[in-house]
């Protein structure tokens, strides 16, 4: 089969996905102002008070790992349209869907008072203590289940795209060239990563769904009981895999982009077609790993938790990192503002993966668990790690556009890099001092923690805006480009 690309996008799939990038990049650049309250707050440099700190907390957990995952999105569907033929009127109800949820979700928390975090755990939706009512729970949980329901038929329409070209998911997959006798190099990078992700995150989109459904049912008939042990299987499972996913559908953009900036194409041998399997089966198998403080788990569970973290991210890391250094290895790459905040999303998800791993041994998780250090394992990866891959992308399609880098450009990519390494290495700090995640009010001796982190998210905003101002103020002339 010839899987060269085919389907140049159309001008009206151009301005689609220009407009999840723009949409994607404003609401990030809003999440990040919000990290920067909470540091403030608990560093008593901001009086916004607890109540209000929880609403954000709530707000920013959800928002982050809804708007990544809105970006990657842009980014698996810009290239992978590119080899089989996706519906633009399905991609934009996802971006409506999504907006509505926002919406809602908004109006939840800053006029509802839902203060619950985005992790929702039965039963406090239904059980605020006062703090808010069944109508605001009632809005976060639906416009979580809207959000969810855009995703859905996103991959719905991708995977009925893939299987009306390669007629199943093992053909995409490269299966018959893993295991049977077919010579050659399996399908497209893309198209084998967008499958991994079609199958991993459906089912954890399910699995919200149903818990999400089963709260809602909860708030309004409270005889409708919910075991609290299986609620929190689901959330997590639900969480892990969408996080996750996220990750694999944007390391398209380095699939892509990179072997376009070296002549060198990113081929799918075995080695790269077994990670990817492998990983098909280990993320939807780890998520235990965030129950290793529920003694009510079946112990069997945790354990895999446990060895399914030391070996999940390394099948497609590994051999994406690799890759990586090979394409651009003596290829006499031209360095800018896209290939260099590609490879340095390398460099933010393998360093990402390391206190993950930490946390993920048992002992260690006892003591660490609900201190700063998760969170500044999951910033690392996903600040230096996916946020880079879709600032990345984004400067690629102002490349397109004859947009040529600017010395201000350059700055704010160290100005990120300098901030980002300074902000998750205080979060880890902090985690390795026992400050607790999660706490609107620090202990004195925790502040001074506080205002160094403040100060290093104040860099990441800055150069954010930069990056967010440059992509807004060039959109004109990007919509009316035809030709990526």
């Given at each position: 089969m010839n899987d060269a690309i085919q389907n140049p996008l159309t001008l009206a799939a151009r301005r689609s996905v220009l407009a999840y990038m723009a949409t994607a990049a404003v609401v990030l650049l809003l999440m990040m102002v919000f990290g920067l309250l909470m540091r403030m707050t608990e560093g008593q440099l901001l009086p916004i008070g607890p109540d209000r700190f929880?609403?954000?907390m709530t707000v920013h957990g959800a928002g982050m790992v809804g708007i990544t995952a809105l970006g990657s999105a842009a980014i698996m569907w810009y290239f992978l349209s590119q080899y089989v033929k996706l519906s633009t009127g399905i991609f934009l109800a996802n971006l409506a869907l999504f907006l509505i949820g926002v919406v809602m979700?908004?109006?939840g928390v800053f006029l509802g008072g839902f203060a619950g975090a985005w992790t929702f755990l039965f039963p406090l939706p239904a059980m605020s203590m006062g703090l808010w009512g069944k109508g605001a729970a009632a809005l976060f949980l639906g416009g979580l289940l809207l959000i969810g329901t855009g995703f859905l038929l996103f991959y719905l329409d991708a995977a009925r795209a893939i299987l009306?070209?390669?007629g199943n998911f093992a053909n995409a997959l490269g299966w018959p060239q893993l295991f049977g006798r077919v010579e050659g190099y399996g399908p497209p990078p893309t198209v084998v990563a967008s499958t991994m992700v079609i199958i991993v995150d459906t089912l954890g989109i399910v699995a919200g769904a149903s818990i999400l459904t089963m709260s809602l049912i909860n708030l309004y008939v409270p005889s409708f009981r919910i075991d609290p042990l299986l609620a929190k299987n689901l959330i997590y499972f639900f969480g892990h895999v969408f996080i996750n996913a996220v990750i694999y559908k944007a390391v398209i953009a380095v699939y892509e982009i990179l072997p376009r900036y070296t002549n060198r194409p990113w081929k799918a041998n075995r080695v790269f077609l077994a990670a990817w399997t492998v990983s098909t089966v280990l993320v939807i198998i780890i998520y235990p790993h965030h129950l290793l403080m529920d003694y009510a788990m079946p112990q069997w569970m945790l354990l895999m938790g446990q060895i399914i973290s030391y070996l999940n991210g390394l099948?497609?890391?590994?051999?994406t990192a690799y890759g990586a250094l090979m394409i651009?290895?003596?290829?006499?790459?031209r360095w800018d503002m896209a290939s260099g905040l590609l490879f340095l999303s390398m460099f933010g998800w393998t360093g990402g993966v390391v206190p993950a791993i930490v946390d993920?041994?048992?002992?260690?998780?006892?003591?660490?668990?609900?201190?700063?250090w998760v969170p500044g394992h999951f910033h690392f990866y996903l600040l230096l790690g996916v946020v880079s891959m879709f600032f990345g992308f984004m400067y690629y399609l102002l490349k397109s556009g004859q947009a040529a880098d600017t010395g201000l450009?350059?700055?704010?990519?160290?100005?990120?890099?300098?901030?980002?390494?300074g902000f998750v290495f205080s979060f880890l700090y902090s985690g390795k001092e026992s400050v607790p995640r999660r706490y609107a009010v620090h202990l004195p001796e925790w502040v001074p923690y506080d205002r160094i982190a403040s100060v290093f998210v104040a860099l990441v905003v800055a150069a954010v805006l930069v990056f967010v101002a440059r992509f807004l103020l060039s959109l004109p002339r990007l919509g009316a480009a035809r030709h990526a």
């Amino acid at each position: 089969m010839n899987d060269a690309i085919q389907n140049p996008l159309t001008l009206a799939a151009r301005r689609s996905v220009l407009a999840y990038m723009a949409t994607a990049a404003v609401v990030l650049l809003l999440m990040m102002v919000f990290g920067l309250l909470m540091r403030m707050t608990e560093g008593q440099l901001l009086p916004i008070g607890p109540d209000r700190f929880y609403q954000i907390m709530t707000v920013h957990g959800a928002g982050m790992v809804g708007i990544t995952a809105l970006g990657s999105a842009a980014i698996m569907w810009y290239f992978l349209s590119q080899y089989v033929k996706l519906s633009t009127g399905i991609f934009l109800a996802n971006l409506a869907l999504f907006l509505i949820g926002v919406v809602m979700i908004l109006a939840g928390v800053f006029l509802g008072g839902f203060a619950g975090a985005w992790t929702f755990l039965f039963p406090l939706p239904a059980m605020s203590m006062g703090l808010w009512g069944k109508g605001a729970a009632a809005l976060f949980l639906g416009g979580l289940l809207l959000i969810g329901t855009g995703f859905l038929l996103f991959y719905l329409d991708a995977a009925r795209a893939i299987l009306a070209r390669y007629g199943n998911f093992a053909n995409a997959l490269g299966w018959p060239q893993l295991f049977g006798r077919v010579e050659g190099y399996g399908p497209p990078p893309t198209v084998v990563a967008s499958t991994m992700v079609i199958i991993v995150d459906t089912l954890g989109i399910v699995a919200g769904a149903s818990i999400l459904t089963m709260s809602l049912i909860n708030l309004y008939v409270p005889s409708f009981r919910i075991d609290p042990l299986l609620a929190k299987n689901l959330i997590y499972f639900f969480g892990h895999v969408f996080i996750n996913a996220v990750i694999y559908k944007a390391v398209i953009a380095v699939y892509e982009i990179l072997p376009r900036y070296t002549n060198r194409p990113w081929k799918a041998n075995r080695v790269f077609l077994a990670a990817w399997t492998v990983s098909t089966v280990l993320v939807i198998i780890i998520y235990p790993h965030h129950l290793l403080m529920d003694y009510a788990m079946p112990q069997w569970m945790l354990l895999m938790g446990q060895i399914i973290s030391y070996l999940n991210g390394l099948p497609v890391l590994v051999v994406t990192a690799y890759g990586a250094l090979m394409i651009v290895y003596r290829s006499g790459i031209r360095w800018d503002m896209a290939s260099g905040l590609l490879f340095l999303s390398m460099f933010g998800w393998t360093g990402g993966v390391v206190p993950a791993i930490v946390d993920g041994t048992i002992v260690i998780n006892q003591v660490m668990h609900n201190t700063l250090w998760v969170p500044g394992h999951f910033h690392f990866y996903l600040l230096l790690g996916v946020v880079s891959m879709f600032f990345g992308f984004m400067y690629y399609l102002l490349k397109s556009g004859q947009a040529a880098d600017t010395g201000l450009d350059r700055a704010s990519l160290w100005l990120y890099l300098l901030g980002a390494l300074g902000f998750v290495f205080s979060f880890l700090y902090s985690g390795k001092e026992s400050v607790p995640r999660r706490y609107a009010v620090h202990l004195p001796e925790w502040v001074p923690y506080d205002r160094i982190a403040s100060v290093f998210v104040a860099l990441v905003v800055a150069a954010v805006l930069v990056f967010v101002a440059r992509f807004l103020l060039s959109l004109p002339r990007l919509g009316a480009a035809r030709h990526a």
